[in-house]
DNA sequence: GCAACTGCTTGTGAAGTGCAAGCAGTATGG
DNA sequence: CCATACTGCTTGCACTTCACAAGCAGTTGC
C-alpha cells in the first residue's frame, strides 16, 4: 500500500518526499555536520529528533534513494548512512531555504555563520560543495576539502554557540 | 501559549514555518496561480486540500506574516488574500524546489513547463517574476505583466493536462 | 565480566490530517 | 421578494503522525 501521489507538480512531489518537520533537519546534518551514524543523528542535532521519528526517516530517505546505509568496517554494530546524488543537487534547495530563514525569520540569531557563507558564496560555492560531497559519499576521489571544512566548521561553532 | 523554538538555525526556522505539507502549496497557488479567495484556492487546488487546513493555514501563514487579508469592495463576504514581501521572496526557494522535483521525483510527468521555464529563466526570470508579484500583491505600479502571465498560462496548462 | 555503546523498537498520549456535513451572511435570477 | 447558489469558514469524528520515555539484544573496550 503506496501512499498515492497527489499530483505530478514538481513542487508537490518535491514536498511529497521531504515535506515534513524532520527530513530535511537530518540530510543536513548528515550534509553539514557529517554526522554519519544514528547516534550521532540522535545525540548531536541541535533541535533534538526522537529516535523513533529518526530511525523512520532514515529508513524512508533511503528507500526513496536519497541516502544509502553500509555497514561499518570498523565497528560490527555501526551503520554509515551517506547522501546519494539526488540529496547531494539539495544544496541549492537548502541554501536557499538558509538565506530565507536568515533574512525573513524573527528569531534567526545573528550569527548565522553557515548560511551566510553559503549566501555569499552563492551557486559558484554551492558547485564546489557538492563536488566535494560527492567526493565523501560517493567514493568519488577526494579533493582538498576546504569548503566542506569551512561549512562544518561553522556548523559546529553555531552549535556550540547555541548551546551556551 | 507559543510552541517554542528548537534552534536557530536559519534552515530550521524555515521548516518551522513552512516545514508541513500544505503552506508551501497554498502559497503555490496564490503565487503561480493567481487564486485570491478562498473557494478558489479550495475547490481549483489540484492536490485536494481539505476545509479546516487551508482555514488553519490561511490564518497561520497571515499571522506569521506571509499573507495579508483584505476585504473584497465588490463583495462583501469575500477576502483577497495577498502575498506580502516575506512570501514573494520564496520565488528562488519554490524554483529551487521545482527544479529539484523535476529532477529527482520518478514521477515527475515530462510537462512539468513551469517549473522548466522557471529552471532556465534563472535567477534574472525570478527576479523578473518577484517585481511582477509586488506589484499585483503590494500594490506597487503594475508593470507590463509578461513573466506573470506566462507561469500562470503554464500552471494552467499543467492543471488542465493533469485532469484529462 | 561488566559497563558503556550500537541501531532501533515499544507503549502511550498529544497533535496534526482527512473527510463530510453544516452555518450565517451575501449575492443573483426570475 | 423569494428561492437558490455562493461566501468564508466551523464542527465532529476517524485516522495517522509525532513526541517522549523506556527498554532491548548484540558489540566493544577495559
Redesign the pocket.
Known amino acids: 500500500m503506496e501512499?498515492p501521489i497527489?499530483s505530478g507538480c514538481p513542487i508537490n512531489l518535491t514536498l511529497e518526499t521531504l515535506g515534513?518537520?524532520?527530513s530535511l533537519i537530518v540530510i543536513r546534518d548528515i550534509m553539514f555536520g557529517n554526522r554519519?551514524?544514528?547516534?550521532?543523528?540522535?545525540?548531536r542535532s541541535e533541535e533534538?529528533?526522537?529516535?523513533?521519528?529518526?530511525?523512520?526517516?532514515?529508513?524512508k530517505l533511503t528507500e526513496a534513494g536519497l541516502l544509502s546505509?553500509a555497514p561499518?568496517p570498523?565497528?560490527?554494530?555501526?551503520?554509515?548512512?551517506s547522501l546519494t546524488e539526488p540529496a547531494i543537487e539539495l544544496v541549492p534547495l537548502l541554501a536557499q531555504m538558509g538565506a530565507w530563514g536568515r533574512r525573513h525569520t524573527p528569531a534567526s540569531r545573528e550569527l548565522s555563520i553557515r548560511a551566510q557563507l553559503l549566501e555569499e558564496g552563492g551557486p559558484p560555492m554551492w558547485k564546489a560543495f557538492m563536488k566535494e560531497l560527492r567526493a565523501l559519499h560517493l567514493g568519488a576521489r577526494p579533493p582538498r576539502r576546504s569548503v566542506t571544512r569551512e561549512l562544518n566548521a561553522a556548523y559546529e561553532a553555531e552549535l556550540a554557540a547555541g548551546e551556551g
Chains 1, 2 share one sequence.
Open positions: 501512499k497527489r515534513d518537520r524532520w554519519r551514524h544514528y547516534r550521532d543523528l540522535l545525540n533534538g529528533i526522537a529516535s523513533n521519528i529518526l530511525a523512520d526517516r532514515l529508513k546505509a561499518d570498523s565497528h560490527k554494530q555501526k551503520t554509515i548512512y
